[in-house]
């Protein structure tokens, strides 16, 4: 990933000890930074544990890349830092998430979300929440807004955030978009911001079974504009769709369908 929200080269190699289960899981799948994660794992046999507790089907993989390791100092912290970098946006989540806030293209302008959908009265999830991108435009009109988000320190800035700008009709709660824990049929409005796709038909299929009929589903999966894969299913899936522009990181495209 690489980023560069974030410079990790003073941070403490700690921090990945409140990463949550599917960021684990991801890292242990990315073979570019395999080396460097193989290292610092060997210098933190702490770090490595839990690794392997937390997504015990991937221990042996875990075991693989640090057997032989015994870097010296400056080598495990090279090799820290390295992977730190590769994942510079859940390191800003976990560490800062305020420094996530400040980013410039999330200030787009929100008659971009309001013009889709009108949230007066209306039960909404927002799913993946971050820091309330959509979740915070949503509460003004919205009679209770569900943020859910499955980052810890996340929903503890969504909740302190919220204190602070007095909003009283937010939860917030721990899941993923493929296991919503609310019954069917519960929500007017069902959203998410960058967020969709990873598994498109099983996230989909969730989050059909959560809106209620003649409700909507809205996404700004955060895709560039082009007929992408992300683009292409939910156009089969009849999604209306436009072009808006994310400062500094060019035109993307936002989703919307009533079910």
């Not at 007929?227 to 209306?240: G, K, M, P, R, T």
């Amino acid at each position: 990933m690489g980023l560069g929200w974030l410079d990790v080269k003073e941070l403490n190699f700690n921090w990945l000890l409140m990463l949550e289960r599917e960021h684990v899981l991801w890292i242990s799948n990315d073979c570019k930074i395999e080396d460097a994660l193989g290292t610092a794992l060997a210098a933190n046999p702490a770090m490595k544990w839990y690794f392997c507790n937390l997504v015990p089907e991937r221990r042996e993989f875990f075991e693989n890349i640090t057997e032989g390791k015994n870097p010296s100092q400056k080598e495990a912290r090279k090799a820290e830092i390295a992977v730190m970098e590769a994942i510079n946006d859940w390191i800003v989540y976990i560490f800062k998430p305020e420094r996530y806030d400040e980013l410039e293209f999330l200030k787009w302008d929100d008659s971009e979300l309001t013009s889709i959908v009108d949230f007066s009265g209306k039960r909404v999830l927002d799913i993946g929440a971050g820091t309330g991108r959509l979740t915070f435009v949503a509460t003004r009109k919205a009679r209770v807004v569900y943020a859910l988000e499955p980052v810890t320190n996340l929903r503890r800035y969504l909740k302190e955030k919220a204190l602070k700008l007095g909003v009283n009709n937010l939860y917030v709660c721990d899941s993923v978009l493929t296991d919503i824990p609310f019954e069917n049929a519960f929500f007017d409005v069902t959203m998410g911001g960058h967020v969709f796709g990873d598994e498109p038909e099983k996230e989909y299929s969730e989050m059909l079974r959560v809106t209620k009929p003649g409700g909507q589903v809205v996404l700004f999966p955060g895709n560039n504009n082009k007929d992408n894969e992300i683009h292409e299913f939910l156009v089969s899936q009849n999604f209306s769709w436009k072009i808006f522009e994310e400062p500094g990181d060019g035109f993307k495209r936002a989703y919307w369908k009533r079910i």
